[in-house]
């Protein structure tokens, strides 16, 4: 069998994900190496030979990086097996045998291959996603972290949600796959019902959508045991970055019996889950005794109603 070491492989033709060769797209491209070293000498920079890195990291950096049993870039320590296969670090701490040709794995690494990754220049991995960057291959790893164009998590509540996707996406997927109601307006009105008040100290209510100043924003209700106090807690998330953000402002406010509670503050990216925004505390909380008082003072129904506004700073 032959041996499917990368490295080994011609500098013209690479093994392309699905296992067909791929001719690099010109001759005077694939002879113009990628090493940080010929770039200094050749007089080129970030920026200037980005087109032809470009070209060359998706043909044959990113083909030999990528891990073929996950098909994630692989970052050092890069490992092989016997026959030359390589696989990232991760996968191979699940597997004791080569996937490809099943030989018992050893502690191989592939050092060439590790020194060939950290002298190239590679795009960000969500390149598809809108990002143009490229990046040492090094920093490439710290920029994915927090490269705003890495997709969001699905910010629904309830059941974790492996989905993640742009914007766009996560509101379609939240009106289509979670029936999410939809709304229109910065001001909003919102009744929490439960019948059992008393016996429940978790619980999540389901999101309601906004849609103003052409984004979109998730109110959460829900319910939990704040140092052995249940509690309620209601907050803004927005779907977005943080810097955009922090140009808005809202308030939540839910009273009864001629007594009312009110919040201000800034809406929360997505990028911190429900979690981290319940950690900090950082929206309207309602003791359970309060919330049951303004439920018309009945102690076992809760019947709450949140109003609230979103508006733009002026800076
Ligand atoms: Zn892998
Ligand atoms: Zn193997
Ligand atoms: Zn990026
Ligand atoms: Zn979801």
New binding site residues.
């Given amino acids: 069998m032959a041996t499917l070491c990368p490295l080994s492989a011609s500098p013209k033709k690479t093994i392309a994900r699905g296992g067909s060769i791929h001719e690099a797209p010109n001759s005077a491209e694939s002879q113009t190496r990628p090493s940080g070293k010929d770039s200094t000498l050749m007089g080129v920079k970030h920026g200037v030979l980005s087109k032809t890195a470009a070209v060359l990291s998706k043909t044959i950096v990113h083909e030999l990086l990528e891990?073929?049993?996950?098909?994630?870039i692989?970052y050092p320590p890069i490992h092989q097996c016997s026959n030359g296969h390589t696989?990232?670090?991760?996968?191979?701490s699940k597997v004791r045998s080569c996937p490809i040709c099943r030989q018992e794995l050893g502690n191989i690494r592939c050092l060439a291959l590790e020194r060939v990754a950290q002298s190239l220049e590679v795009p960000c991995r969500y390149e598809s996603l809108g990002c143009h960057d490229i990046f040492p291959y090094k920093s490439r790893f710290r920029h994915e972290k927090s490269c705003q164009f890495r997709p969001y998590n699905c910010p629904y509540a309830g059941v974790e949600c492996p989905i993640d996707g742009n914007i766009l996406f996560l509101v379609q997927h939240l009106k289509n796959y979670h029936q999410v109601d939809m709304h229109d307006g910065s001001t909003f009105n919102h009744r929490y019902v439960m019948t059992d008040a008393q016996g429940v100290e978790n619980a999540t209510w389901m999101l309601t959508l906004f849609s103003c100043f052409g984004y979109h924003f998730c109110l959460h209700f829900e319910a939990f045991n704040l140092q052995r106090a249940p509690v309620y807690m209601a907050f803004i998330h927005f779907m977005g970055e943080e810097h955009d953000a922090k140009k808005f402002n809202y308030s939540l406010e839910v009273g009864g019996n001629d007594r009312k509670l009110t919040w201000q503050g800034v809406p929360r990216s997505i990028r911190d889950s429900r979690a981290t925004v319940r950690e900090s505390l950082d929206g309207l909380i309602i003791h359970r005794n309060m919330a049951l008082f303004f439920s018309d003072g009945n102690i076992q129904e809760l019947k709450l109603n949140v109003t609230g506004r979103i508006w733009e700073i002026q800076s």
Avoid at 67 to 72: E, G, S, W
Avoid at 87 to 92: E, G, M, N, Q, V
Wanted: proline share 8%; with cysteine; hydrophobic share 30%.
């Fill in positions: 891990c073929p049993i996950c098909m994630n692989m696989l990232c670090s991760k996968c191979k």
